[in-house]
């Protein structure tokens, strides 16, 4: 009859495995919107967002309600994260008539113990208002951390005028009744957070809190995309489970035996808390009782003797239970405590009792091991680990009760979690200390947020902001257009002499170059009936040679075209050819072009003031190459226009997002004050890198702008390329992520001599950190690449590093966005308004590494756009080579144009 009691309580390990199952599911469904509602498990948001870095510092107030107490704590953090935190604590009774009174007698009681403690520790006014944490083991639907109503009482408690209401803001309102209690209530939390909290560990968070007292529960840092019940998705949240309503709908049926129905029939609310009936120290006492009573009332225990006792209620206590399981001084505790119920036990008797009581400890440990399981594979499986190291805080009677109980946790949690590596770190002060900790952390991150958002305000540009860039913009053109005010302008708007965009009759082989990008390259491009076919060959320019004299750069180039003939068989051949040249060029011709100034790294000498079609021709005759016809240069906007318009008619602007920024577009004749002629239109190369050089944006730049600006070869110049362009995004995002090293805000403030190094964050970094959840899969993977840059700049950035590293990359690549949107609409504004158009459509061609790879600039720009410029609809369209293509359709238009004309 003992076996088959013992058998009863008996798990399987396949059972518990279908426990995990059961749990997986209920927290699945307390995490999603639609089913939360009807969740047993409620997975309640905590708004608990980060773990304590070490950092933490400062004096802190805590109050925790318990069961028959008031326990006030006064927590010193030494901020150096090895040290212990000093504690000065007191418990206060609590008459049991407060528990069943009045919501607001509660609160005054708390608030009273609170001052009363105060005066004792602290017996001058404190200078400042003392921060306090409010540990509130009940279920509270929180809205904020330092907002949560509670939803129903339990644990004994059934005070008035509570459920439903803010519990913070009560405990508020009856501390400032208090006089001289100046405190504030900054972060409210149950004891399984304040667990979790009080057990991180120097260079290892904990995640997990676990608490097993006269109730259980459990809490764990989830990937906060995963808690629908919030908004925020960033990061992650602490989510209490409140696992204890696990099995509430019926999943735990083949667990539970009749003495637990017996248990749960006779507790205050049958049917509720199915799993926390199974493991907490309330009922462990109550199932071992009705087992010896069932087996007492059989004759199987005390030799059929009068066992009334062992029907009365609570007569077997949890804390007996967990010393009657010891291997040495068990039986002994057996004896005496059977023998203080009067019965008179035989010596198999006591080891009966103790066989039951180790069945009912082993299956609520193991029970417990099963929801701890599913926690840490939920943890693993939502980061996409394929291996999980958690550190697990424990705390509670039932826990600490006898040694077996974790040794049992331990065990069975890594044989059902066996993908999950979980070291159980008992809490040394419960609740208490970590309850200080999370108001701790609570304040550094709103200090840290406030900085953040302090320094990244002047990022953050409003609609006036941009549509005084753009109007800014549109004057500057109008400047620029005019031959009187020309010299004014930072905006060149150069004439290209492009007359007109390809209509498809174009034909013929020609030759193109294509300098003033990241790589130089050589093209043969062949129009035919069937499109365009083109090959080409990428040749290095060293930075010698860039930085060189202008001879030795156009000899240079005159080698590679030579190389490039004979490997295309072309030797000998005389093809037109289109050099795509893009730096500031003011054109007399199509095939006249005088540079006005180097960008992008180039500085060869002599070059300055010189028509480079002359220097190319030059060249070539310096190294006797014969056959060349330039026939025109075209910037790489232009380019771009010029092959995107091959496919697409109603494309008049090209834009460059890459190294560097520029646009081109098709402006009216008769507003080009600097080219000859009224009819028709020309293409106008804006060269709008250099917006703002004459001071006009000056109040734009931030203080990163100014110290990325000084470090480069061309101080001063090309201010709005750099707000936007590849080649200085990263250099932004590291003079932002330097400054909040050195305000201790990222990296524990922890310097890295990498991160000191000029351009080693890349702009393509920005591409990989603001890859969203949607791109890569999940926001865990998201952000696990955000780790993996940064890693590899040998920063050892912790989660909350990366959720602000990216913060940082979101501001700086949507700036730049909503500027070129700026820029942008003050074009197509001005096309719409010269053709005299309500509406306009157009296309705008585009190139650049930056707007084709980055995950978000291209929606940031096109979205900000249509804001700025509601009167015009514009598509965008992605050239491909539009600078190779492009310069020979230049030519090729050219050629057909000329032939049409015949000769002069
Ligand atoms: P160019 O403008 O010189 O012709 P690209 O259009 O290829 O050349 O642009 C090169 C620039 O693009 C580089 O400055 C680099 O910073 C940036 N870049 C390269 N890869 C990426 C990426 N994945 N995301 C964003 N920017 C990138
Ligand atoms: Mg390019």
């Not at 995309?225 to 083949?254: I, Q, Y």
């Not at 805080?393 to 993908?419: M, S």
């Not at 707000?723 to 201790?744: Q, T």
Request: proline share 3%; net charge negative; glycine share 10%.
């Amino acid at each position: 009859q003992v076996q088959g009691a013992l058998l009863e309580l008996t798990l399987s390990l396949e059972t518990l495995q279908a426990v995990k199952g059961h749990m997986l599911e209920a927290m699945a469904k307390g995490l999603s919107r639609q089913t939360h509602a009807q969740a047993t498990v409620r997975m309640l948001p905590t708004y608990i967002c980060s773990t304590p870095d070490g950092t933490e510092k400062g004096d802190f107030l805590v109050v925790e309600l318990r069961r028959r107490h008031v326990r006030t704590l006064w927590v010193t953090l030494p901020g150096d994260g090895n040290q212990s935190p000093q504690l000065k604590e007191r418990l206060f009774d609590m008459p049991e008539d407060i528990t069943q009174g009045k919501g607001e007698a509660l609160f005054d009681f708390i608030a009273r113990c609170l001052c009363q403690f105060l005066e004792g520790v602290c017996p001058s006014e404190p200078q400042q208002r003392l921060p306090l944490g409010f540990v509130f083991p009940f279920s509270c639907r929180q809205m904020r951390l330092d907002q949560g109503e509670l939803i129903t009482w339990s644990k004994g408690f059934h005070c008035s005028e509570v459920e439903g209401h803010d519990v913070v803001q009560l405990l508020q309102a009856a501390i400032d009744k208090q006089e001289r209690c100046q405190v504030d209530v900054v972060a409210l939390m149950n004891n399984t957070v304040g667990t979790m909290m009080s057990c991180s560990m120097e260079g290892m968070p904990c995640e997990v809190g676990l608490v097993i007292d006269v109730g259980t529960n459990s809490c764990f840092m989830a990937e906060g995309w995963h808690v629908e019940t919030v908004e925020e998705t960033s990061g992650r949240m602490c989510v209490n489970t409140e696992w204890g309503f696990f099995g509430d709908d019926g999943a735990l049926s083949n667990v539970l035996t009749p003495y637990d129905q017996c248990v749960d029939q006779e507790s205050a609310k049958p049917g509720e808390k199915r799993f926390e009936k199974l493991i907490g120290g309330l009922y462990l006492g109550e199932i071992v009782r009705h087992v010896l009573a069932k087996l007492a009332a059989e004759g199987a225990l005390f030799g059929g003797d009068s066992i009334a006792i062992l029907e009365t209620k609570d007569t077997f206590k949890t804390q007996q239970v967990l010393e009657i399981i010891d291997d040495e001084a068990g039986l002994a505790m057996a004896r005496s405590t059977l023998q203080a119920l009067g019965l008179a036990p035989s010596e198999q008797d006591c080891c009966h009792v103790q066989q039951v009581c180790r069945a009912v400890v082993t299956r609520a440990a193991g029970l417990c091991a099963a929801g701890l399981a599913a926690i840490l594979s939920h943890m693993c499986q939502s980061r996409e680990l394929e291996q999980l190291k958690a550190n697990v805080g424990v705390d509670g009677a039932v826990y600490r009760g006898h040694a077996r109980f974790g040794e049992i946790l331990q065990r069975i949690t890594k044989l059902l979690a066996p993908e999950c590596m979980a070291t159980l770190v008992p809490s040394a002060d419960g609740g208490g200390r970590g309850a200080a900790v999370v108001t701790a952390v609570a304040l550094r991150l709103a200090a840290q947020r406030r900085e953040v958002d302090r320094l990244l305000a002047p990022l953050r540009l409003g609609p006036a902001d941009l549509q005084r860039v753009q109007a800014l913009m549109r004057w500057e053109m109008e400047l620029g257009l005019n031959q009187d005010t020309n010299a004014q302008s930072s905006v060149r708007m150069l004439p290209t002499y492009v007359r007109s965009t390809p209509d498809g009759t174009e034909r013929g082989d020609f030759l193109a170059l294509d300098l003033g990008g990241t790589n130089f390259r050589v093209l043969v491009v062949r129009v035919g009936q069937d499109g365009v076919h083109m090959a080409s060959e990428i040749y290095a320019i060293p930075l010698a040679v860039m930085q060189g004299t202008g001879e030795a750069l156009f000899d240079h180039i005159i080698d590679c075209i030579v190389d490039f003939q004979q490997k295309q068989g072309l030797t000998g051949q005389v093809l037109p050819l289109g050099f795509t040249f893009s730096f500031p060029c003011q054109q007399l011709g199509l095939d006249k072009a005088v540079l006005l100034s180097w960008t992008k790294g180039f500085s060869a000498s002599g070059c300055v003031g010189k028509d480079v079609v002359q220097m190319l021709r030059e060249a070539a005759q310096r190294k006797q190459h014969f056959g060349l016809d330039v026939v025109a240069v075209v910037n790489d906007t232009v380019g771009t226009m010029m092959s995107c318009g091959y496919d697409d008619p109603s494309c008049e602007i090209g834009l460059i997002v890459g190294t560097g920024t520029n646009a081109c577009y098709m402006e009216e004749m008769q507003n080009v004050g600097t080219a000859e002629g009224e009819q028709g239109r020309m293409c106008i190369n804006m060269e709008w890198g250099a917006f703002g050089d004459n001071g006009c944006l000056d109040d734009i730049f931030t203080d990163f702008d100014r110290l990325v600006d000084e470090k480069t070869i061309n101080p001063g110049k090309q201010r709005f390329e750099k707000l936007i362009s590849g080649m200085y995004l990263g250099e932004i995002v590291r003079y932002i992520l330097l400054a909040l090293v050195e305000k201790h805000i990222l990296f524990r403030g922890k310097p890295s001599p990498k991160l000191q190094t000029r351009d080693i964050f890349q702009t393509k970094f920005l591409s990989t950190i603001e890859m969203g959840p949607r791109c890569a899969g999940s926001d865990g993977l998201a952000l696990r690449q955000v780790r993996g840059v940064l890693h590899d700049l040998e920063l050892d950035a912790s989660f909350e590093d990366g959720v602000l590293v990216r913060e940082v990359c979101q501001a700086v690549s949507l700036r730049a966005a909503q500027l070129c949107a700026a820029g942008l609409a003050a074009v197509v504004e001005k096309m719409r308004e010269s053709r005299g158009l309500a509406q306009l459509a157009v296309t705008v061609g585009v190139d650049g590494t930056l707007y084709k790879m980055h995950p978000r600039f291209s929606q940031h720009l096109q979205r900000t756009l249509q804001d700025l410029a509601p009167n015009c609809t514009v598509t965008f369209l992605q050239s491909e080579d539009g600078s190779g293509k492009g310069a020979a359709l230049v030519a090729a238009v050219h050629c057909r144009v000329a032939q049409a004309q015949g000769p002069p």
